[in-house]
């Protein structure tokens, strides 16, 4: 039995979740949505398959078959529906922040503990990308030794007019407040922000790019270049510096490490590593085209062509002379 | 409803799909598996809901369920299956090669034509990975021109010993075969195989690496570099080389283009791009946890400590010195 | 008539650059050298042609031929080495730093004024690295915009066991103070330091690495990663992160640029451009080997069996078919 | 004593190398320049000190001060030059190709051979690229184990309209059938040319790209394409395919090696070996500045300024807080 999810808030983000859940991974389906805005709801819920559609979170939560909840409204909007959904006992997926401020957050953290299990998992996704994982299991895996700086960018191409400077900091460096905190293992003690100037007349006259400086409780030395209106594009990038080397993504490829004198990467061992993700999309193009009615893909004309050619390829390399290809000429549909 | 699949075949391959059609992809399930080893086929299925086993194509295609059909058995397995497919109309995934030679691939074509349409798709994944989208995009474009020459690379990081010569080109030069007529949109017109010497001692003797140099009926020249001994890793790389520049893929990165005295890539432009494959992953790691009983991924704790260095940091940009953070010691879990 | 350079300091610096231009550059020669180790002075220069050895900067100075001064010993002794050459009105190289304090650089400055004219230039030598003047050129064209931060690596593989926490700054960061202000074109207003505990056991409990932040007068930040023992090599970095993109060198290759949606570099336009320093490099051996009495490179044999090959090559490009090459088998030498 | 060496040929590659003799490189002066229009090699020789103009090769051999030649001719003046040069024992750098044809090229050899010692080094000037360098040092060394295959680039901008297609061949294969030779320590035993079809439009119908395959004596495989018309830049690249991994060079940045699992390349460990050529270039900057009476590079000012914002680093890394640099504010010239 699949997964039934209520999908709390069904802005650009929940909205996107919703179809993540629908079309992209395995084992769930959402049965319930919400939204403030109830009609953006309904709208949604409609090309859905037994899914309901809510003006509020409690209600969503308490429609048939809610199994677990994913919460992606407004942060001022959290708490109300995190509460609801520990009451109820729910499993919730809560994107960042957990809650606007620290002192409504711990309120969380002790509602959590007196249900005496964990029910909430937060939304800080770069846990889950395959860079920063690499760059954490590098640094888990020792050799590099003792992480000693972090150098990180969070660039976004372009930022709407209404954001304020203080998101700056909560909504952009809230992100790697958690990479810091998760790569090194420390608390965050200490922070700083120096900003250039003069101000650009950019984003309302909100100073960008900032550069924050965090220093953890065990000793490690963070900075942060925020930069809301790069506008050459949207890049987020990580360098460990350690005691024995630098480990460094973001670049567009896998983790470049430099220790012992070279700087490199791995190769992946195996097709099925490297092509993973073809594969993937391959079998989900299918399936989404047979459900559709539809037959697309290389055809049993190309897998005849390619025999064609294969037979021309195997005379060839046995006599060492080039081959001719037969191919018939009646390519059909 | 999700789409009945029957699995034909579960060696390496065709195991590892429905372990992809179970846990990674959406809207489908596999209702059926086949093996002529069918105690392997039994224990697939054992592990899923509704599933059942059979020793042979036919049985498993005639199945309660049974939607579409994956063929993932030995190459001269694929005759039999496809025609009994297209006799029940059945959509169908075909693992490459479609059939081993070229007169029972032209069979198959034929009778597909007879059915009057398509329900064949070949398992060529290289076209639904991202990198050789991108490469098929830019020459679509039509910037950079006519593709002159191909130059691509095909390294195995290691081969079983039962490999033979012949499979060099059946086997791995399939795929290029195949990427060379879909990238130029010709087909295949001579092909001739050059080889180091002298022979290896690995592989029983089989030639490796070998050169194999297309031609296309539209006038392009491809080469392939085929090297299954290749003990580095796993690496399939491809540059075309076109009237007005160049574009490569395979460095482990996405595509390079040089062109007008420039060589680079683009940059995503929007956050939900870079980081699609993180949201998804995230999202697929609650949804497991949480059918497992368990909670995963950053806690409300994390969320809180968070909460608390974006209120130093937000202090910190105002008043433009050092802040300290105020966090509580009571972790719980 | 090549210019005639006195070198005052014969260290591991001074011998480089008598040995630079001995043997590497145009139209200078080493007329004497000076070191208050004079033993150390006598060796070097009983290797150089019509060049005298003395044991201090004055003596030097007078010596017969000296038309310019290279000052490359310790910092203490730049100043009073530096009035002397002014009083002759002699051109000066002096190695970073000018002198070891600001009071007394700015007695050097004054000194000059009093001349009336420029006699002085300051080593600091990656002005004239050509990734760093590429970076300068980028910056001055101004389609990258008002550069607002500065992102600088400064590592090295290990370092001396006398080294001193202040040589942090006056040794290492007091090249990235140069960078800073030629890039920016701003003076340094403010600066700050952090620096990650607890302290390390190498360089005798210097904190190693530390995170220098820079302001300037017009408003960009700079910060400064400063790693004496970085182990696995030396490596200097600097990212411009610009109003319209960014620029970055260091990384081993060219500079790599980020603007409008996509990162690159050039690539060169002329092959004399692209070899340029192969070609110096080519005649440099040959008139190296010559003086010697030998004979190195590429021998006319090679010319031969070059030769040989490409006539086999115009046959074959003319017939399209293998073209086997004819070559005698009686290599002479 | 410098040596004294006759330029003959005085075109954009002969003119090119006088201007290296005379301002990049050390011990060495131009003082004949032969040209058959003798005027060029007049214009030269007039801003070169005790430099004299020849309107043949003979005659610049036999002007006072020769000590070696380096021919920079027309290929089919090269024979003559040659062995004139032999005749009078002098030592010979000879650009490419050494003669236009083998049996040509051969008389040279035998007449080098009578003579009994090398005087001829040929300017096949890729052996002295530190690219082509570092590759053939990592094939040398071993550890990648034997060359089976070696892919090469070799693309221009842009080729005059009087290119003939042999010269695809002979002007630049030559280059590939030099290093294939070195880098394998193979002789070329077989030739064959694959082109892409139709015909371009560019440079008179000479078909642009084409692909050169080699065979060599010792088993190796190399393929070569050339391409005169390229557009976008000028580009030599190399990949050798070893037996245990590969090599490859001219992608803009140092030799990048596959072996075991990863990818990557060597760290400079020395900042003298990082910044060799910025030292090079900064003192022979200071020369050459010198010599015309003028003053360039970082003035006294810059040296006191970075002196000031080092003292306020100094007192920030002792104090760890910000500190305010003291400048004066009167910059002299």
């Known amino acids: 039995m699949p997964l039934g999810v209520a999908v709390v808030g ?24 919400a939204d403030i805005e109830v009609e953006r709801a309904r709208k949604l819920a409609a090309d859905l398959d037994g899914c309901t559609a809510h003006a509020d979170a409690a209600a969503a939560l308490a429609a048939p078959g809610v199994d677990a909840v994913l919460i992606a409204s407004p942060g001022p909007a959290h708490e109300e529906a995190l509460l609801r959904a520990l009451a109820l006992g729910l499993p919730v997926l809560c994107e ?14 002790e509602a959590e503990r007196r249900l005496g299990r964990r029910r909430i998992q937060v939304g ?22 003792r992480p000693l700086m972090l150098h990180q960018r969070h660039r976004n191409t372009a930022t709407p007019g209404h954001f304020t400077e ?19 293992g420390h608390e965050i003690a200490a922070v700083q922000v120096v900003k250039p100037a003069p101000l650009p007349t950019s984003m309302n006259g909100v100073p960008d790019p900032q550069l924050v400086i965090l220093e953890t409780t065990g000793g490690a030395v963070a900075d942060v270049e925020l930069y809301r209106n790069a506008g050459f594009g949207d890049q987020v990038q990580c360098e460990a510096v350690c005691e024995h080397g630098t480990a460094r993504i973001g670049d567009g490829h896998a983790m470049v490490v430099q220790a012992a004198g070279r700087w490199g990467g791995a190769i992946p061992q195996d097709y099925l ?6 594969y993937d999309r391959e079998v989900q193009a299918w399936v989404d085209a047979t459900l559709a009615g539809r037959v697309v893909g290389p055809s049993s004309w190309d ?31």
């Open 10 to 33: 069904t802005g650009k983000m929940g909205a996107d979740h919703v179809r993540r859940i629908d079309t992209a991974i395995s084992g769930a389906r959402v049965v319930a949505v």
């Open 96 to 109: 960042k922040p957990l809650t606007p401020d620290a002192a409504s957050a711990y309120r969380i953290v």
């Open 124 to 145: 800080f996704m770069r846990r889950f990308d395959a860079e920063y994982q690499q760059l954490k299991a590098a640094l888990d895996a020792g050799g590099l030794g």
């Open 166 to 184: 203080r998101m700056m900091i909560t909504d952009s460096a809230a992100h790697e407040m958690d990479v810091t905190r998760w790569l090194t």
């Open 273 to 278: 590593t490297r092509f993973r993700a073809a």
């Open 303 to 333: 897998g005849y062509a390619a025999a064609a050619a294969c037979e021309a390829g195997v005379t060839a390399q046995a006599t060492g002379v080039r081959t001719v290809v037969e191919l018939a000429d009646d390519e059909p549909f």
